[in-house]
T-cell receptor, first 113, second 114 residues
């Protein structure tokens, strides 16, 4: 089945220690998104890639970066995680012509100690 | 940022009952979507709506794009235990310029008692 895969499902990192989360997809979608979701809240868009074009949301902290080496893979880098960055990180994909029909991965739960 | 007002915040129902929830905004939306999120998982797209007045079904789920374009409704018929989860409405605000950016409601937590 075509899907969005996120690894790892659970990640523990230390305060200030860089961490990378990964996402891959077999849907062959052109657009990939990264969201942050904190407990009892709706997902919050961090940025997206439209093909190779990176689009940052205005309120996404500089601490968050992303890379998309090819169509299938996308990475979220947190350069210096703070305690406030503990959250579920969700990757999503969509077709170019239906950007609002987004298909989410299972998420990575990040804990910062 | 702009939030959608989703209600109710939570529902406790008996298996077999029908469920209704809605989402409203003070702004006009030109796309409405409904997602379900199970604990510890990502949201799953249930239904997407693109036209005012549109009524779309997905199994036991039916959603409507309100005529005023400021609201949407989701109904679940004959609920079963696996309907448990958080239901989010989401939409694209008319005149919004940010590609792919969804505005989300706060979610409705559904609990189904067997």
């Amino acid at each position: 089945d075509a899907m969005v895969i996120q690894n790892p499902r659970y990640q523990v990192t230390q305060f200030g220690k860089p961490v990378t989360l990964s996402c891959s997809q077999t849907l062959n979608h052109n657009v990939m998104y990264w969201y942050q979701q904190k407990s009892s809240q709706a997902p919050k868009l961090l940025f997206h890639y439209y093909d190779k074009d990176f689009n940052n949301e205005a309120d996404t902290p500089d601490n968050f970066q992303s890379r998309r080496p090819n169509t299938s893979f996308c990475f979220l880098d947190i350069r210096s995680p703070g305690l406030g960055d503990a959250a579920m990180y969700l990757c999503a994909t969509s077709r170019r012509d239906r950007p609002y029909e987004q298909y989410f991965g299972p998420g990575t739960r990040l804990t910062v100690t | 940022g702009q939030q959608l007002n989703q209600s109710p915040q939570s529902m406790f129902i008996q298996e077999g009952e029908d469920v209704s929830m809605n989402c409203t905004s003070s702004s006009i939306f030109n796309t409405w979507l409904w997602y379900k999120q199970d604990p510890g998982e990502g949201p799953v797209l249930l239904i997407a709506l693109y036209k005012a007045g549109e009524l779309t079904s997905n199994g036991r789920l039916t959603a409507q794009f309100g005529i005023t374009r400021k609201d949407s409704f989701l109904n679940i018929s004959a609920s079963i235990p696996s309907d448990v989860g958080i239901y989010f409405c989401a939409g694209r605000r008319a005149g919004g310029t940010s590609y792919g950016k969804l505005t989300f409601g706060q979610g409705t937590i559904l609990t189904v008692h067997p």
